[in-house]
């Protein structure tokens, strides 16, 4: 099965400690649970609270990684069937990934927007 998965980053390394500070998303393309493509699909910073920019860039992907995420942010990602996965520690984005497909990511169910 095919899927796309997003990581949020500020410096193409590591998790984005929050999805409203991120500068890029690196999209991994998953296939029968192996990571087969990598693409970076970078944004102005612009104002938190602009969900739809998220909505729209995160466009074909059905989960993206973060470090945190507001409420606002949480729930326009999920009305458009993206599942926002909030990472419970820092982590690099390959490390982050391969936690993840291995269903092993240490995650918090905490809303903060660290924006305001």
């Not at 409420?71 to 599942?83: E, K, N, S, T, V």
Request: with cysteine; proline share 2%.
């Amino acid at each position: 099965m095919k899927s796309q998965i997003a990581i949020a980053t500020s410096n193409g390394v590591s998790l984005c400690d929050h999805l409203a500070k991120s500068a890029a998303f690196v999209v991994l393309g998953v296939e029968d649970g192996r990571v087969v493509s990598r693409a970076v699909r970078s944004r102005d910073h612009g104002p938190c609270g602009n969900h739809k920019s998220f909505v729209e860039m995160l466009e074909g992907c059905d989960a993206v990684i973060c470090g945190g995420i507001g409420q606002g942010a949480f729930d326009a990602l999920r009305a458009h069937g993206i599942q926002p996965v909030v990472a419970a520690g820092s982590y690099a984005i390959d490390d982050a990934a391969e936690q993840y497909l291995a269903g092993a990511l240490a995650t918090t169910g905490e809303r903060v927007c660290l924006c305001h």
